[in-house]
C-alpha cells in the first residue's frame, strides 16, 4: 500500500493530431494501476462517507460520487501518468485541425446484465451528456459535436471549432445504460454491479466476474459505500473495523487518524475550497462588493483553523498541480480589511448584511471557518448571516439559485485547463452564480479552441486574472484529495481526478 503523488496532466492530451493510440489487444488490457484479481476474492470491502448519496447518476461530479463511480462505471479513457489511455476505447484517430475524433470501442464489452455495449450506446451517451436538463458537467461542449456511428465499434465525434480538451472531458463522461433505472437500478460496464441501494445509508456492490478487462478484475468479492451522519460516527466505525477506509476525514483529525495506525492515502489538490456568490441581484450583482469579500477572507486563518495546515491559500483559479497556475497570481489575495472596507465605500455601502449557506456535515473544514469570517466582516460593516444547512438542502439551493453566498469546493483544476470550465460553476451563461458576460464566454472560447500550447497557457492566464477580477467565485485554499485506511486493508488507489480505483481494494 502506498500514497501516489498524483501528476499534473498536460496542456494539451494529445501532442500529435492524426495518430491512433493503441491499446491493449484483446477482450481488455490492463488499465490504470489495477491489479489482478481473480474470481476468489477477499471479502467485502466497505468505505464509509459522510457525504450523502441521494442517487447513482453519476453525473454531476461530486464528493459523494468519487468513491463509487469507476466502480460501477467505466468511461472510453482514462488516465495513467498523466496521459490519455485506451479504456472502453481501445484506439482514437484525431484529425489535424483538432475538430474531429473517431474512436475504435473494444469488441464484446457488455453491460453488468449481459446488454451490449456498443457506438451507439456512446451516441445516445453524449446526446443525454448534452441535454442541459441533465445538468451534466462539460455538456456545453458536447453539444456541439456531431456524432456519427460508423459501426457497432466506431463513432466519430466532429466539432466547429479545434476541441484538444476532448478526450479529459470523455474521461468524466461515464458510459450507462440509458434504459435502466439511473437514479436507483444503474447499470455500468464497470468492475462491480449494483446489489442493493438504499439513499442516504448505504450502496452495496458484487464484484462483476463477467467484467471485460480480464486483468483487472476487482480483488474483493464486494464493495460497500456506508454513509455516515458525520465525520465523528465514520470515524469511530473505522477504528472498530466495521469499515475498512475513510473517504475525506476532517482534516484536523488526519494525524490523529495517522497515530492510530491508519495509512492517510492522499493526492495533490485537483482544486480549491470556494466560496460561491450568485451575482444576480442585490448587492452581490456589484463587481467591488465581491472584491471586498475576497479582500476579507483570511487565507491563512482558513488553512490552520480549516485544514490544520494540510492546504495551501489561494485566490487562483488554478490549484498549484495546475500546468498553467502562476505563483504571482496569488500576490492578489492578500488579506486586507481595510481595502475590502474602501471597495465597499466606492460600492455605496457602509453597512452591508449577507447570509452563507454552509454545511457542517459535508463541508466541515469551511463551516468551521465561517465564525471567523463573520467577525472579521463585521469589523467593516458586513453583517454575515450563517445557515448550517444539511448536505441535501444546500445542494438544492445551489441548483435553483435560492443562495447569497455558498462555501463549496470544485475538481478537475490539475487536468486540461480547459476542463476547469466543463462544470456549472465556470460554464459561461451556465453558472450557479448567475454570472452572465460576453467577454467571458467569448475568453473561455479562444482558449478552448487553441492548439499551440503556449498560446493556450497564455489565453488562459489572461482568463485567471479576468476571473480573480470578477470573483463570482472566491477561492480560498486548495482541496487535497485525502482517506484514512486500515492498517487491515490494502490496494486503496487514486486515479489522477481523484475517484477511488476499486479493482485493487483488498482486506487483509
Known sequence: MFSRRLRSLPLVAIAATGLALSGCSGGGGSVGAAQPGGSGGSGVFTLGQSAPINNLIPHNFQQSNMTWDRAIYDALVTFEDGKAKPNLAREWTVTPDGRSYTFTLRDNVKFADGKAFDAQVVADNIAWASDPKNIVSGSAVLKAAAVVVNSATSVTLTFPTATPQLLDLLAVVPMMDLTADLATKPNGTGPYKLDSFVPNSALTLTRNDDYWNAEAKPKASGYTVKVFSDNASAQAALSSGQIQALAFPAFNQISALKSAGNKIVSADAPGNFMLRVNVKAGPLADQKVRQALSKAIDRAAFVKVGTADQSQATCSAYPPGSGVYEPSADDNCKYDLEAAKQ?????????????????????????????????????????????????????????????????????????????????????????????????????????????????????????????????????????????????????????????????SLSTN
Open 343 to 503: 471597495l465597499l465605500t466606492e460600492a455605496g455601502y457602509s453597512q452591508l448584511t449577507l447570509s452563507v449557506d454552509t454545511s457542517s456535515v459535508r463541508q466541515p473544514e469551511l463551516a468551521a471557518y465561517m465564525p471567523i469570517l463573520q467577525e472579521q466582516l463585521a469589523s467593516i460593516g458586513v453583517t454575515l448571516k450563517i445557515n448550517d444547512l444539511t448536505a441535501t438542502v444546500m445542494s438544492q439551493n445551489v441548483t435553483t439559485s435560492n443562495y447569497e453566498l455558498s462555501t463549496d469546493w470544485y475538481p478537475w483544476g490539475n487536468a486540461d485547463p480547459a476542463l476547469l470550465f466543463i462544470s456549472r460553476t465556470w460554464t459561461p451563461d451556465m453558472t450557479f452564480q448567475n454570472f452572465v458576460d460576453p467577454a467571458y464566454t467569448a475568453m473561455v472560447s479562444a482558449a478552448q479552441g487553441e492548439m499551440d500550447p503556449a498560446k493556450r497557457k497564455a489565453l488562459y492566464s489572461d482568463l485567471n486574472e479576468y476571473l480573480m477580477e470578477q470573483s463570482f467565485v472566491i477561492p480560498i485554499a486548495t482541496r487535497p484529495y485525502v482517506y484514512a485506511v486500515s492498517p487491515k486493508a490494502s490496494g486503496f488507489e487514486m486515479d489522477p481526478l481523484g475517484m477511488v480505483d476499486a479493482t
